[in-house]
């Protein structure tokens, strides 16, 4: 294992620092480091440079298995180091879907062999996402993968009776049940977020009110009978105020939001592009602004990708049938840079907890969003925070090309990537590729 | 302009130059020989991915009198269609040199997305696209309005025009409600709640459940059909109940304007709607609309392939 | 920029054209005037109010457009069409004549005739120009001419009628002029 001494940067609190790296390790931070190791490491200058924590993302379909030909472990991790991220969580709809230990464990390992970033498998929450019988969730907790998290994200855990098991289920292992909130009969057939947008373009409504009403029922439910509820990629203001009073009232209730619900709106739609289709729907000015105020307070703890990652055939087409989704791990830190940190709603020390320390607590990912101090696992992201760039679809490391970003002047570069103490990415490029992607 | 997508497109000029243009098409409908050389040697396509007999002869019947090349193209009972096999027709009608595509699509935004795509190079036009527009329906209406209620010439301005039934759901609705409006009629949407997008108060048009209150007012009554299915969806409780609030009736005919009209783009639901004897009554003029079509299905097939592909168009 | 023809110019001319016709058709009886729009038009309601103040009667007065029945319109943006007003009667039968400002290549003329397929059998069709500028490239003549006009091909010629323009008067414009 390589030793490395970082110089030049800062802290995310704006200390002048340097790292000092072994072993896979953070070894010391100092403005100068003073132990005799550092004489001898690689030095890696990143003048005006920010380090911080390496991100974690809590809502990643990687896709593998059953559908490799859009993305596989190796190229989300890939996608996932190129953006900062030193661990990712896979959600369960594959194919088959992963709700047994045999499925879990599976995806862990190709994670770790792969050796970009930690590979945690989020286990399906009922067999099959159908959202009837619960899955083997002790089994895959029990499992080498060790998941915590569960989830039928893509389905709604609609069932109130179902959902109500599973919160109580998961309470003895510490889990937590991840929800994606839609209500299925309210948005049967729907397509976009309903509102003056949809009644133009004729695109049948995703009304609010079906996310609303499910985050509603959830974390009255989760106070209920006790447990820990998380809410995926929340869209709307109604939401927000809805996890802000559950959170006043105590109840053990998370929230994260996507960069692109962040920034883009339903106006996208008007184009007809399908890059722009995505589950829960985009939504309104409103909504953004709303979103960005409870990332910013704390309602909302986490930014999250929902990188969902689509053949070009499954966009390629009428926006009726396309497929739902947007990739987002290689483009997250910017968009969470320019909405909320370049517009002086969160600082650095923010950023830092809403995509790493925040996410690592929720998921119980011990290794990953520790602070920057001696002893800790060396998983850190350097961003150079005045740099900036243009996205570009067809030079992302996802296997996938669809990005609702494409073409957009974003700030922020990273700069390089550190998992386990080694560099996957140095001066902005892959530091090594991987066989087979 | 290159293609006819969605009224939303069109200037005030280009609406009126299309009238304009469809009026003087309507003297060849009534010439002993209905034949112009206009569009010899061009290729048009009609791609009908969704069954409507009655537009596609329209715009077939259009492109023939002006010598035009057509070929049909449909997918018989097709739901949506998978992408993919879109984009391949493209391509296909692309390698067959076509110079225009006259698209039916049972999804909202497909003629936008053919004219965006790179896969074709040729003319799109909107036949109807899901639940979205049909530019060429709220034109014909536009024009049979012009012809009973405005000397045959200039725009709507004074008029006002209700129109009932399935907004939701209308693409006629949506198309009518932004071209009547912008050649200054009033509109009058009335429908139950439940058949009314969320959002339609962004829309340049009054809305009213109260259908009786609204006939003494209008000039022209446009009735949507209303599908049986929707019942099942909960947007009323029985097509009876529907007709009761909702359907133009003898009674209603006698609360009109003496000289207000009754239109519907068909294809009727005899009975929901509209009673087989408003549709049959002297002021119905949907045998008319349907004459109409041709005319201005003509004048947009002149106005977009008859000038050169390169040169700016001055009319639209 | 040079004056080819005077407002007096041209009422003389249109007055001769007028007998000629009645001369050559024997009266007025048979003849329908149908003008190319624009400015054909107004010349033909103007040939149409000389005919009737000699011969003490109406005649039917039309517009023919052909911009429809047009050889050159793939080569130009989109043109609006003009308004074509066959007079009740129709034109079947009748001994039509069509009235354009300028006779140049002919191919207006082709697609008059081509026009007129579609709307009757005129026993003859004749033709009246108020100017022929030569360089005919089909095989067309005019009946009745107001001036013959020699032009190079560079140049043009401008027909200005008091309806459309406040003034009667014809221009020829060589290349350059302003
Ligand atoms: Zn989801």
């Not at chain 1, 005045?386 to 700069?415: C, K, Q, Y």
Request: glycine share 8%; with cysteine.
């Amino acid at each position: 294992m390589g030793t490395y001494l970082l110089t030049g940067g800062n802290l995310a609190d704006g200390a002048a620092t340097q790292i000092y790296i072994a072993d896979g390790v953070i070894v010391e931070v100092a403005p100068k480091i003073l132990h005799p190791g550092a004489a001898i490491a690689t030095e890696i200058k990143v003048d005006g440079c920010i380090l911080l924590p390496g991100f974690v993302d809590l809502h990643t379909h990687l896709r593998e298995p059953g559908r490799e030909d859009s993305e596989t472990i190796a190229s989300g991790s890939r996608a996932a180091a190129k953006g900062g991220f030193t661990a990712v969580s896979a959600m369960a709809n594959t194919f088959p879907v992963a709700d047994t230990a045999g499925v879990v464990e599976q995806v862990y390992r190709l994670g770790q062999a792969t050796g970009l970033c930690d590979v945690f498998p989020i286990g399906a929450v009922t067999q099959g996402l159908a959202g009837k019988q619960l899955a083997e969730l002790g089994a895959m907790a029990d499992s080498v993968a060790r998941v915590r998290v569960f989830s039928d994200d893509g389905e709604c855990v609609f069932d109130p009776m179902v959902m109500r098991r599973a919160l109580e289920y998961v309470k003895q292992f510490g889990g937590v049940i991840a929800q994606h909130a839609q209500e299925p009969r309210l948005t049967q057939g729907a397509q976009m977020n309903e509102g003056i947008i949809s009644s133009r373009l004729g695109l049948k409504g995703w009304p609010a009110v079906a996310e609303e009403a499910i985050i509603a029922r959830d974390v009255l439910l989760a106070d209920h009978v006790q447990s820990r509820v998380h809410i995926c990629h929340l869209t709307t203001a109604g939401g927000v105020d809805i996890v802000r009073w559950a959170k006043a009232r105590g109840i053990a209730v998370t929230a994260e939001v996507t960069p692109h619900h962040l920034l883009l709106t339903d106006e996208r739609a008007i184009s007809y592009d399908p890059v722009f289709k995505v589950n829960p729907p985009l939504r309104t000015h409103s909504d953004v602004m709303a979103l960005r105020e409870g990332l910013a307070d704390g309602t909302i703890d986490i930014v999250a990708t929902d990188h969902a990652p689509h053949p070009a055939e499954s966009k390629e087409c009428e926006w009726q049938a396309a497929s739902f989704g947007m990739i987002g791990l290689e483009t997250a830190f910017s968009i969470v840079q320019a909405t909320m940190v370049d517009t002086s709603l969160m600082s650095w020390s923010d950023l830092a907890d809403r995509m790493s320390n925040a996410p690592a607590r929720i998921a119980g990912y011990a290794d990953h969003g520790q602070p920057l101090d001696a002893g800790s696992s060396a998983h850190l992201t350097v961003i150079n925070p005045t740099a900036s760039w243009r996205v570009d679809r067809d030079l992302v490391a996802s296997r996938s090309r669809n990005t609702p970003f494409h073409g957009m002047e974003l700030p922020g570069r990273i700069v390089a990537t550190f998992f386990r103490g080694e560099p996957t990415v140095l001066n902005g490029a892959l530091v090594r590729t991987v066989e087979g992607v | 302009m290159r293609h006819l997508l969605s009224i939303a497109d069109l200037s005030y000029v280009d609406a009126l130059s299309i009238l304009d243009t469809a009026q003087e098409m309507a003297r060849v409908s009534d010439a002993p020989v209905k034949k112009l050389p206009t569009l010899r040697g061009r290729t048009i396509v009609n791609l009908f991915l969704e069954d409507s007999t009655r537009t596609r002869i329209s715009f077939e019947a259009a492109a023939k009198r002006l010598s035009a090349d057509v070929i049909n193209f449909s997918a018989k009972g097709s739901s949506v269609s998978k992408g993919e096999s879109l984009k391949d027709t493209a391509q296909t009608l692309q390698a067959m040199g076509a110079d225009a595509v006259i698209i039916r699509h049972p999804a909202s935004g497909a003629a936008q997305w053919l004219a965006d795509s790179a896969w074709m190079s040729g003319s799109v036009i909107n036949a109807g696209d899901g639940t979205h527009e049909h530019p060429t329906q709220a034109l014909l209406d536009a024009f049979t309005i012009r012809k009973h209620l405005s000397a045959n010439s200039g725009d709507l301005r004074g008029l006002s025009v209700a129109i009932v039934g399935d907004i939701l759901h209308s693409r006629v609705a949506r198309s009518n409600v932004l071209l009547l409006s912008m050649l200054g009629a009033q509109v009058i949407i009335v429908a139950p709640p439940t058949l009314l997008p969320v959002g339609v108060e962004s829309w340049p048009a009054q809305v009213s459940y109260d259908f009786d209150s609204v006939l003494p007012l209008v000039d022209a009554v446009m009735m949507l059909r209303v599908q049986q299915e929707r019942m099942s969806d909960y947007f009323f409780p029985t097509p009876r109940e529907y007709s009761h609030y909702f359907g133009l009736n003898r009674d209603r005919l006698g609360f009109m304007k003496k000289t207000a009209i009754v239109m519907h783009p068909g294809p009727m639901n005899r009975g929901l709607e509209i009673t087989a004897e408003c549709a049959d009554s002297a002021r119905s003029v949907i045998v008319e609309q349907v004459t109409n079509g041709v005319s201005v299905r003509m004048a947009v097939l002149y106005l977009l392939l008859a000038g050169s592909p390169t040169s700016p168009g001055v009319a639209i | 920029m040079s004056i080819a023809m005077s407002a007096v110019d041209i009422s003389r001319a249109l007055t001769r054209i007028s007998h000629e016709i009645l001369e050559r058709n024997n009266g007025c009886e048979s003849i329908v005037l149908l003008g190319i729009p624009t400015r054909g038009a107004h010349l033909a309601q103007r040939i149409g109010a000389n005919i009737a103040t000699i011969e003490g009667r109406e005649i039917p007065v039309g517009t023919l457009d052909i911009t429809l029945h047009r050889d050159d319109l793939r080569m130009r943006p989109p043109r609006a069409l003009m308004s074509t007003m066959i007079p009740v009667d129709g034109i079947q039968g009748r001994d039509l004549i069509l009235i354009d400002d300028v006779l140049f290549s002919g191919r207006t003329i082709r697609a008059a005739l081509d026009a007129l397929g579609e709307i009757g059998r005129p026993r003859s069709v004749q033709l009246a120009v108020l100017v022929d500028r030569g360089h005919r490239e089909l095989p067309i003549r005019a009946d009745y001419v107001g001036k013959n006009l020699p032009t190079s091909r560079q140049q043009s010629v401008k027909v200005h009628v008091t309806e459309i323009d406040g003034v009667d008067e014809v221009l020829i414009e060589s290349q350059g002029d302003l």
